[in-house]
């Protein structure tokens, strides 16, 4: 196996709270693999520190070999992180969106038009950002993150807040990602779409993860029906969204 993740002791404070607690992390190369846990679990802080967009306060990971923190320029090209919609450029339309991403990895307009097809929005090259659906927008957000063909791919609740149609889209979008060979790494507090789409989940609560394995593993070992039920047996309470 081929190790496309690798982070150890992972830790975060922000003044009173303990945001990540000792986590420990490997995905391998190919995989779709999945950040699962309740509004406040520590998802964001964990995938922001491994992606090397935070430095962490102890710990550290390795993506496709190479320490992801300090920044490491040759390593950001490698690997494409899922900005929230809010994160556009201001004013521009989702062409131009894609065209400014694609031009900072140094991709041709070409790409990038291609890029916006895969997604389902040509019909949509011409409409401001702030004009888009919320599905337009998260696919365009995919798109722009996408653009330079990242190896490594990291999406942070890419389906919260569509409609039941453009999460089941965004899902078949995903799954072509990695079925291309991309790894895949997403956080979701929608245990559905855990254990639709990811090969492997590590069950985060406050702060640390509390298993990892494929869902149906999970769900098997512990002798219930689902991952809600997994989560309530892990943590002796209910899940929260
Ligand atoms: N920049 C920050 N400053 C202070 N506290 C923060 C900051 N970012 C996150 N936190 C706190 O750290 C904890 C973990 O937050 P994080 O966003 O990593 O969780 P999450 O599992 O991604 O939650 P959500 O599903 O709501 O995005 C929370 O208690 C949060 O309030």
Redesign the pocket.
């Known amino acids: 196996m081929t190790i496309a993740i690798n982070a150890q002791g992972l830790r975060k404070r922000?003044?009173d709270?303990q945001?990540?607690d000792g986590v420990d992390l490997e995905v391998a190369e190919g995989e779709f693999f999945g950040i699962l846990?309740?509004?406040?679990?520590?998802?964001?802080?964990?995938?922001?520190m491994i992606e090397g967009l935070r430095e962490p306060d102890e710990g550290s990971a390795e993506l496709l070999g190479v320490k992801s923190w300090p920044r490491d320029r040759g390593l950001l090209r490698r690997i494409g992180v899922q900005l929230q919609a809010s994160a556009f450029f201001e004013k521009l339309t989702a062409r131009e969106q894609i065209h400014t991403f694609g031009s900072l990895y140094g991709v041709s307009p070409e790409r990038a038009d291609e890029m916006l097809a895969t997604v389902g929005l040509t019909d949509k090259a011409g409409t401001r950002e702030d004009k888009l659906s919320g599905g337009q927008a998260q696919r365009l957000s995919i798109a722009c993150a996408l653009v330079h063909d990242p190896e490594l791919v990291f999406l942070?609740?890419p389906t919260t807040g569509l409609d039941p149609q453009a999460r089941r889209n965004l899902w078949d979008l995903l799954r072509e990602i990695n079925d291309a060979g991309r790894t895949v790494v997403l956080?979701t507090?929608y245990m559905d779409e855990a254990e639709t789409l990811c090969d492997r989940v590590a069950v985060?609560d406050a702060?640390k993860v509390l298993k990892v394995g494929p869902p149906r593993e999970l769900i098997a070992e512990l002798g219930v029906e689902s991952l809600e039920d997994v989560f309530l047996r892990l943590t002796g309470r209910e899940y929260r969204e």
């Open positions: 922000y003044g709270v945001a990540v846990g309740p509004n406040g679990a520590g998802k964001t802080t964990t995938m922001e942070d609740e956080t507090h985060m702060g």
